[in-house]
């Protein structure tokens, strides 16, 4: 039998196979809510513009609230043979009410549908990675606020380079999980025009109200150009963007944990809600949630890379292609999603091992460039001559395998006479951290002022 819903140019249906590469019923059923939110707006709308009568309008309400309600409680059959979601509501929908239901499509399209439905989807997907990151966010800066004093070894490749405190590296992961959620809202920003009314690719002779159907459905306004409606999918690529960047973020930082975590570095200890041990290492606690949010990372960039290819050689308007834009951006979505819970969880949770970053802080010579400063500031060397003077006085500390402040005046005035034992004081952890009082510096001051301008925005 041909296709209920299109089949009245076809003689017979379709063969299994091809029934089967085209049914998106089996992820697109995620975009029920919005499909029977679009559906209201838009027989609300049909009946307000006396394209369909007030009757029609209410009965076809009736039937899609039940709809509502029988696939909240799971007593929907979806079927494959109706393809997707649009279908699948539409014909049961015939099933509850009659013929009437054959008003609901006037003046629409599956092609606007789905992008609305989509876009809709997508949207509230971004209020809640807006909500999460803004919870990730909370709780570093409940660390940083703890950690603002805490030293530690801050590092370029991976080296000690100079200390810095673990308050101040918190706050450079709250400035950057702050641009994600920025770009979050911009994403919402451009996302926020209804696609309701675009009809095939054309719009359509009837004369609908696209303001009012936008409007219920919580857009700022209609879309502008009926053929860019149906073929655009920016907002997907964008929210896989963002997820993108953000995932590296996150990435980045779980990467920083499982380091931070082994016995040679010791910097934190994770608690038992986030590691797992091994089977057969009795001893072992392994971070694997730090490492699978660093691999999710991987797939949410194949669904960037996936549907940036997909949509790449499409002539305008829509082609079925699109219809493979949906698994790329869910399954994104949930890795995202789970990715910045098990972060908040993680850092919430993590113990700081204050000691042993302290320890390590102190060591790799980290306060040379302090020593080089001093010579620059007490001394009047120029920053080059200091450097050097300050290497060679490096180099004879590693010769005894011994820190920069154990060497005597009389060691450093061999390289330098002018130094003084004022010297000394430059050459602690702590006094280095605090001396970096430069707008965004690591001094605790400056992480505080950081701190109370991030409270305050979120
Ligand atoms: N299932 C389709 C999709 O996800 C709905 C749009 C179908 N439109 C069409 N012209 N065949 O894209």
């Not at 857009?219 to 999918?233: K, Q």
């Amino acid at each position: 039998a041909s296709n209920q819903m299109w089949g009245g140019r076809f003689a017979s249906g379709p063969d299994a196979i091809m029934e089967e590469i085209n049914a998106s019923i089996d992820f697109d059923r995620k975009l029920y809510a919005q499909d029977i939110a679009g559906s209201l707006a838009h027989a609300a709308m049909l009946a307000k513009t006396g394209i369909i009568s007030s009757d029609d309008c209410d009965k076809i309400t009736h039937g899609l609230n039940t709809i509502l309600s029988e696939i909240e409680e799971g007593r929907f059959t979806f079927s494959r043979q109706l393809e997707d979601i649009h279908m699948n509501i539409e014909s049961r929908l015939a099933e509850l009410i009659g013929p009437t239901a054959g008003r609901l499509h006037t003046a629409r399209s599956r092609n606007d549908q789905v992008a609305l439905d989509f876009r809709l989807w997508v949207k509230q997907e971004l209020i809640r990675t807006d909500a999460a990151l803004t919870a990730l966010i909370a709780a570093f800066l409940d660390k940083a606020e703890i950690h603002a004093e805490t030293v530690m070894p801050g590092f370029t490749h991976l080296q000690t380079a100079q200390p810095v405190t673990f308050g101040h590296h918190c706050m450079a992961y709250v400035e950057m999980f702050g641009r994600d959620r920025s770009r979050v809202r911009d994403c919402i920003e451009r996302l926020n025009e209804c696609p309701l009314g675009a009809a095939a690719l054309a719009g359509t002779g009837y004369a609908i109200d696209r303001d009012q159907t936008a409007k219920a459905l919580g857009f700022r306004e209609p879309t502008r150009n009926s053929i860019d409606t149906v073929s655009d999918r920016d907002f997907a690529l964008e929210f896989l963007s963002l997820a993108s960047i953000c995932a590296t973020h996150m990435s980045r930082l779980a990467e920083e944990i499982v380091i931070w975590s082994t016995p040679q570095f010791g910097f934190v200890r994770l608690s038992d809600a986030f590691s797992t041990g091994s089977s057969i290492m009795p001893q072992k606690k392994n971070p694997d949630a730090a490492e699978l949010v660093r691999a999710k990372t991987g797939r949410i960039n194949g669904s960037l890379i996936g549907l940036l290819t997909v949509m790449k050689g499409l002539p305008l308007a829509y082609s079925k292609d699109m219809q493979e834009d949906k698994e790329q951006v869910f399954d994104a979505a949930s890795s995202l999603e789970l990715s910045i819970a098990a972060m908040t969880g993680m850092v919430r949770d993590m113990e700081i091992r204050e000691d042993n970053m302290r320890k390590a802080a102190g060591a790799g010579y980290s306060t040379a460039t302090d020593l080089a400063d001093w010579l620059v500031r007490e001394v009047g060397l120029p920053f080059r001559e200091a450097h050097h003077v300050t290497g060679r006085a490096v180099a004879l500390a590693e010769s005894r395998s011994a820190d920069l402040g154990d060497l005597s005046l009389a060691d450093l005035q061999a390289i330098n006479p002018a130094i003084t034992d004022a010297v000394f004081s430059v050459l602690t952890v702590d006094a280095s951290v605090r001396s970096r009082k430069s707008f965004g510096g690591t001094a605790p001051d400056g992480v505080r002022t950081q701190i109370a301008y991030w409270r305050q925005k979120l």
